[in-house]
């Protein structure tokens, strides 16, 4: 049998980007990621951008391996999560939605660019997905387009995933709807 799939995105639940940027939250360890893209100063010269903070709590990899889930990174990150993020958090390489050309591309309809690739590759799998994106447009095209269960849980992008997130993931895993439908 199956376990269902949980779509994880990188910053927002994972690295709490917005929280106060002078004060990393508590558990949490600091890694620089280089940037590969460059910008045209003021003088026209090019200048390489500095490289990016990200604040990870190595605990969360732990408790994520035990939900129940099969892990998938649903995040810009795509394959460079398990470069950067995964080895922090004591994950395997997981596999990656390829988002391709919808990468970051606003929708006409104000559905996030990422829900029509995840409801494609869980292909009627139960599913969670945490993120700090997801509208009510995003829970009406899950309900619209995916076969199984689906949870689009939001994450708070100041604080990231905390015990109550967790809580609610594992909730929807052991659920008997969940298996159900993946059986």
């Not at 910053?11 to 004060?23: F, I, K, S, T």
């Not at 708070?156 to 997130?165: A, F, K, M, S, V």
């Amino acid at each position: 049998m199956n376990r269902p799939l949980l779509f994880l995105d990188v910053d927002g639940p994972l690295n709490p980007y917005a929280a106060q940027p002078e004060r990393r939250p508590d558990g949490y360890t600091t890694i620089r990621v280089p940037r590969n893209d460059t910008y045209e100063g003021d003088g026209g010269f090019p200048f390489r951008r500095r490289p990016l903070r990200v604040w990870l709590n190595p605990e969360h990899g732990r408790v994520l391996l035990h939900l129940g889930f099969e892990l998938c990174w649903a995040t810009t990150w795509m394959d460079d999560a398990n470069r950067w993020i995964a080895p922090v958090l004591g994950l395997p390489e997981l596999p990656f939605v390829d988002f391709g050309d919808v990468l970051r591309q606003e929708r006409p309809d104000g559905v996030h660019w990422k829900t029509g690739p995840l409801v494609d590759y869980a292909g009627g799998r139960p599913f969670a997905w945490v993120d700090d994106e997801q509208s009510d447009l995003d829970r009406a095209y899950v309900a619209a387009h995916h076969q199984g269960p689906g949870l689009l849980h939001h994450v708070n992008p100041r604080i990231g995933l905390r015990e109550n997130d967790f809580r609610a993931l594992a909730d929807f895993a052991d659920s008997p709807h969940t298996w159900r439908a993946n059986g």
